[in-house]
C-alpha cells in the first residue's frame, strides 16, 4: 500500500506504471481501451441523484415513522448539529475512498500491495487506485462498495431506527457515489474484459483480444 500525495514526479511514475501494464499486455495479445467518465456528466448525475434520492428517501421515512423534524434533518438541532453532520460529511469521503480499497485488496493477487492512496492538492480530493487489472465481478465489487456501506445502508438503517441523521448522511454518500454508479453502468459493456482503474484519467481501461492474434 502506498500513501502519498500527489505531485508532478508520482504522476509521471503512475504514466509509466500504466505504460508498463499496456505493454504486458500487448505481449499476453490484449489492447488497452480508455472508458472515460465525464466530470461533467458526473456533477450533472450527482445532482439528479441527489434530487431522486431524497425524493423516495424522506417520503418513505415519514410513511414509516409517521413524521420528519426539518429542524431535526441533519440529526441534531441548531448551528452544533450542522457541523457535527458536516464534519461526518467530510470524513465519509476519506471512508468512500478506504472502501474502495479494502474491497480491491481481497480481489487482488497483491492484496494490500497493489492499493494506492492519495490526496490530489489539484482537485483537494483523495482518491483510491488499484494497480491490477481486475475480473468484471471483482471490479464491480470494489467499484460498488461506498455506495453500498455510506449510501443505502445508512438510509435502510435511518429508515427502521428513526435517524434524520442517518438517512440525510445516507442521501449524501449516494450522491457521492455518482461517478462510481456512471463506471458501473457502463461496465455491462465490458463484461469480458480485464478491467484496470485508470490512474490519472477518470474512468477506467478494459483489456480485449487484439484482433487477428
Ligand atoms: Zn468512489
Same mark, same amino acid.
Given at each position: ?13 503512475? %504514466? ?11 505481449? #499476453? $495479445? ?5 472508458? /472515460?467518465?465525464?466530470? /461533467? ?13 431524497? @425524493?423516495?428517501? !424522506?417520503?418513505?421515512? !415519514?410513511?414509516?415513522?409517521? /413524521?420528519?423534524?426539518? @429542524? ?5 438541532? $441548531?448551528? %452544533? ?18 472502501? =474502495? ?6 480481489? &487482488?493477487? #497483491? ?10 492538492? %489539484?482537485? &483537494?480530493?483523495?482518491?483510491?487506485? &488499484? +494497480? ?6 471483482? !471490479?464491480?465489487?470494489?467499484? *460498488? $462498495?461506498p455506495t453500498?456501506?455510506?449510501g ?9 431506527? /428513526? ?6 448522511? $445516507?442521501?449524501?454518500?449516494f450522491?457521492g457515489g455518482a461517478?462510481d454508479l456512471?463506471? *458501473?453502468?457502463?461496465? +455491462?459493456?465490458? +463484461?469480458?474484459? +480485464?478491467?484496470?482503474? =485508470? ?10 483480444? #487484439?484482433?487477428?492474434?
Amino acid at each position: 500500500m502506498r500513501i502519498e500525495v500527489e505531485n508532478d514526479r508520482i504522476r509521471e511514475r503512475k %504514466k509509466q506504471e500504466y505504460q508498463d501494464l499496456v505493454d504486458e499486455m500487448d505481449q #499476453k $495479445g490484449f489492447e488497452a481501451n480508455l472508458e /472515460k467518465i465525464s466530470i /461533467k456528466t458526473a456533477n450533472l448525475f450527482g445532482i439528479v441523484l441527489f434530487i431522486l434520492v431524497s @425524493a423516495i428517501t !424522506y417520503p418513505i421515512y !415519514y410513511l414509516v415513522n409517521g /413524521k420528519i423534524d426539518p @429542524a431535526l434533518i441533519f440529526g441534531f438541532e $441548531g448551528t %452544533k448539529g450542522m457541523l457535527i453532520f458536516f464534519g461526518a460529511y467530510l470524513l465519509s469521503i476519506f471512508v468512500h475512498e478506504f472502501i =474502495h480499497g479494502f474491497l480491491w485488496q481481497f480481489t &487482488c493477487e #497483491k492484496k494490500w500491495g497493489s492499493i494506492d492512496f492519495g490526496f490530489n492538492p %489539484k482537485t &483537494c480530493t483523495p482518491y483510491c487506485h &488499484c +494497480r491490477e487489472a481486475l475480473s468484471f465481478g471483482r !471490479y464491480f465489487f470494489g467499484s *460498488i $462498495g461506498p455506495t453500498l456501506f455510506l449510501g443505502i445502508i445508512p438510509i435502510i438503517l435511518g429508515i427502521i431506527f /428513526k435517524s434524520l441523521f442517518l438517512v440525510s448522511f $445516507g442521501v449524501l454518500g449516494f450522491v457521492g457515489g455518482a461517478g462510481d454508479l456512471m463506471v *458501473i453502468f457502463s461496465l +455491462r459493456k465490458h +463484461r469480458d474484459s +480485464r478491467l484496470f482503474d =485508470h490512474p490519472y484519467e477518470v474512468g477506467y481501461a478494459y483489456f480485449t483480444a #487484439k484482433k487477428g492474434d
